[in-house]
């Protein structure tokens, strides 16, 4: 193939858009955390999908036609950090091909690529190596040295193709995070996965379009840009919209909103900027753009308040950070109590039942901060708190709170939600505090912790090959079982857990797992363990769709 | 020549053979299911009740009247006899106030009465009573008797374990294990009696683990009596398999001269704490 049509273009855009939104939930997976909790891929592929839309209403078969609607479109419906950039992407590529009209040639192509990644780097206020722009610089690079030899488009995409695929295998060395995490990075891999879809585009057959609808991530999933004091907000307007004018100056603009908010991005051309931006003020954001042209799309919402409903329907936070659960018990005063860490809505009610005070939404992943865990303390009505950590990763920050606390605080170092359990079992309201630290922490290892999730991706754990999806079943922390299925994972794991002493069993399921499967196991349980008890209650908790303890 | 007899009442959950070995007399209570009213043992027997128990009417239990008392007193006791009257904690029953009243009444006729509140319940008052009942076949005097019966009394373990805590709620008897009410998870409480009231002593995940923590904790009792011989009662509302299990390793481990006193957990208990119920008690001996 020597040149790109429109038509072929149209078709090469779907095909990319087709396999990012197939393949986003493996991007999602790339994430430097050994859990599944990313969404970049989730806001390319949204990104991407809203910039095809607009591609599709062009009935024009003219390429820049087509490139414009596909820079606008992606602009409109960009969606995370990672989908800002890919609408830059498509903004530069749009330019490279602003003159070409019946098709363009392997060296339009190349140029197209070079813009596209010059205006990525423009976009980021601090380039990192190792990530999309990488790749896509790579690309372009490749695209051009090609072209400068081979006249044809389809020569010249498959270098670019090639210097990506690279780029994104190299990315580990420009960024430690991913080589500890053994990981690509994960805009990078969703760049890849768009130039695979226009390298297949290209001579494949017409693309359907998969335009199902995607389900919005939350965003933005890191903490970056993010800041709290006292767990209040700090620039809790998300302020989005879109400057319309003639001869607009991104980098004037972005230089005079730097001093009123953080996670800040402005990105456009003289014709259209998108500014995104956590402010405080947003009525002056709006003034001073206002002054510079129309203002469009106009998009602002209050996190702090976006945060309480979202951690009220989903049990974790909209940032992924770990605010205080709301419940919280009203008694008298005592002499001692109890914070709990708990990651589920279900095991918040199950530690309150038990006698706990106050629970602190937070576990794998969300780990809540000493400064959560110091409010909690403070917020429950007695002399003396012994904390529950309930996990490994929470221990350290429930020990700095000893030293932050004016009362007596003491620490159970229970490193799993069955180990708390068990340790609140020994609680005794009557006795004093270095008595029941002394009790529950002598009782906590009476029990054996599993847990099952899914892998992420592909690793080894010691004779076990793991792949990418499989169900993998940890005891006390390490992976003991894998398998294709929950439920088969689940016996086998218990399998491994049961012995002679064992009497009970308890399953706390997960906020994706069915409640009718839990059912069936506890049934299947309670059959095949005759001798042990069997207990089956909904934990609510995130990404594990069991939390199992024998004892 | 003036004699000393035990009485007490069907709370004390004695088995039939050793009230008749050891001649202790019992008054029972009453058992009302509606309007059907049944003597405690004299017409309702112990599968009889459990059957009902589990239908839609909830029993009450009424405590004997100082008629009764009277009655029985007067029955077993010529004039210048004492009787030993051993009964349930007077915080969970009226038993005990009605004894008292009726001991009142027959002293009249020349027959002393001493009232005992074992501040226990089931076989805990069943094994004073028999500390009583063996003081009188040792030809022991009254004081002596007392005096070991006193002891029994002061040095009374109780251990038990309920299905469920719904019959102590219901009826009204569960003291400060009140707290222990709703818990999500299937908690067995191990329960005491503390100054006669029902106490959470700890918590257990399911049966099996409270029962062998309740082989613990009379473990415990064990090494702090390291020169004594023990008494031990289990008791259980049809749960015999258990009970069995418990008893044989109480046998085995706690070198016991005397064997543990099996017995079942009759109506008078029984309303209170429901099927499934296992209750350990013992004390050491003077």
Do not use: W
């Not at chain 1, 992407?89 to 098709?103: I, P, Q």
């Not at chain 1, 956590?278 to 976006?306: A, R, W």
């Amino acid at each position: 193939m020597d040149v790109i049509t429109g038509n072929i273009l149209r078709n090469m855009l779907l095909y990319a858009g087709a396999i990012l939104n197939q393949e986003k939930d493996r991007v999602n997976s790339l994430n430097v955390f050994p859990v599944p909790d990313g969404d970049t891929g989730t806001n390319m592929s949204l990104t991407l999908n809203a910039a095809l839309k607009e591609v599709e209403k062009v009935e024009s078969t003219e390429v820049n036609r087509i490139t414009a609607a596909l820079a606008r479109g992606s602009l409109m419906g960009a969606r995370g950090n990672s989908g800002v950039i890919l609408s830059q992407f498509f903004r530069g590529f749009a330019d490279g091909l602003s003159e070409v009209v019946e098709a363009a040639t392997g060296r339009d192509l190349a140029r197209a690529f070079e813009k596209a990644s010059q205006t990525t780097y423009r976009a980021v206020m601090k380039p990192v190596e190792g990530t999309m722009l990488t790749v896509g610089r790579e690309a372009a690079t490749a695209a051009l040295a090609t072209a400068e030899e081979n006249e044809s488009a389809a020569v010249v995409l498959k270098a670019a193709f090639d210097a990506a695929s690279q780029a994104v295998l190299d990315s580990p060395k420009f960024l430690p995070v991913l080589k500890e995490a053994g990981v690509v990075d994960a805009g990078g891999q969703g760049l890849l996965c768009i130039f695979e879809g226009l390298l297949r585009g290209m001579d494949g057959e017409p693309a359907e379009y998969i335009s199902e609808p995607v389900e919005a991530a939350p965003e933005p999933a890191r903490q970056e840009g993010i800041t709290r004091i006292n767990g209040v907000l700090v620039n809790k307007y998300c302020t989005e919209f879109l400057v319309l004018g003639q001869s607009l100056d991104p980098d004037h603009i972005r230089d005079t909103l730097e001093e009123h908010g953080e996670s800040m991005l402005v990105v456009g051309d003289e014709r259209v900027v998108k500014v995104h931006i956590h402010t405080d003020h947003p009525g002056k954001v709006l003034e001073f753009c206002g002054s510079l042209g129309d203002l469009s799309d106009i998009k602002i919402d209050n996190m702090q308040l976006q945060n309480e409903a979202y951690t009220d329907a989903h049990n974790h936070d909209f940032f992924g950070n770990v605010v205080e659960f709301p419940k919280q018990s009203n008694g008298e005063r005592k002499d001692i109590g109890v914070v709990a860490v708990v990651p589920g809505k279900g095991l918040a009610e199950i530690f309150m039942s038990l006698g706990a005070d106050s629970v602190v939404l937070g576990g794998q992943t969300m780990n809540p901060s000493t400064e959560d865990l110091l409010k909690a303390v403070e917020s429950v009505n007695a002399d003396a708190v012994i904390i529950l950590p309930n996990n490994k990763n929470v221990i350290f920050s429930a020990n700095q709170v000893r030293e932050l606390c004016e009362k007596p605080v003491g620490v159970v170092a229970t490193r799993s939600v069955p180990q708390g359990i068990t340790a609140l079992m020994y609680f005794e309201p009557e006795a004093s505090l270095e008595e029941n630290l002394e009790a529950m922490d002598e009782h906590k290892r009476e029990v054996k912790t599993g847990e099952i999730t899914y892998a992420v991706r592909a690793t080894v754990a010691g004779d076990l090959q793991i792949d990418e999806k499989d169900i993998i079943g940890l005891t006390d922390g390490k992976i003991a079982v894998v398998g294709q299925s929950v439920a088969d994972v689940a016996h086998r794991l218990i399998e491994a857990m049961v012995d002679e002493d064992s009497s009970v069993i308890s399953l706390y399921y997960g906020e994706d797992q069915a409640a009718e499967e839990a059912a069936q196991l506890h049934q299947e349980l309670s059959e095949k363990y005759p001798h042990c008890e069997v207990e089956v209650h909904s934990g609510g908790q995130p990404l594990y769709y069991y939390i199992i303890s024998v004892e | 020549m003036a004699r000393i007899h035990v009485v007490t009442d069907s709370g004390s959950d004695l088995p039939q053979e050793v009230r008749d070995q050891l001649g202790i007399h019992v008054v029972p209570l009453s058992i009302q299911f509606g309007d059907d009213i049944y003597r405690d043992g004299v017409d309702l027997s112990v599968s009889d009740f459990y059957a009902r128990l589990e239908g839609d009417i909830m029993p009450s239990t009424c405590q004997p009247s100082p008629a009764d008392f009277e009655q029985k007193y007067l029955e077993v006791a010529e004039p210048g006899d004492t009787v030993i009257s051993v009964h349930m904690s007077s915080r969970l029953s009226g038993t005990y106030q009605s004894a008292v009243i009726a001991s009142n009444m027959v002293a009249e006729e020349g027959i002393k009465v001493v009232t005992v509140d074992t501040k226990s319940a089931s076989i805990g008052i069943g094994l004073v009573a028999v500390v009583a009942a063996q003081g009188v076949r040792a030809g022991l005097s009254l004081e002596e008797i007392l005096e070991r019966v006193n002891y029994a009394v002061s040095e009374m373990h109780v251990f038990f374990v309920v299905d469920t805590l719904e019959y102590l709620r219901r009826n009204g008897r569960i003291g400060n294990a009140q707290a222990l009410l709703g818990t999500l998870l299937n908690i067995k409480p191990i329960l005491t009696l503390q100054d006669g009231v029902v106490s959470p002593l700890e918590k257990a995940r399911g049966k099996g683990k409270a029962l062998k923590r309740i082989h613990e904790l009379v473990g415990q009792v064990r090494a702090k009596y390291p020169n004594k011989d023990l008494a031990v009662g289990l008791t259980h509302a049809m749960a015999p398999a258990e009970a069995q299990s418990l008893a044989e390793a109480f046998e085995r481990d706690l070198e016991l001269k005397d064997s543990v006193i099996t017995g079942l957990i009759g109506p008078t208990i029984g309303v209170h704490v429901g099927k499934g119920t296992l209750a350990v008690l013992l004390h050491p001996k003077y």
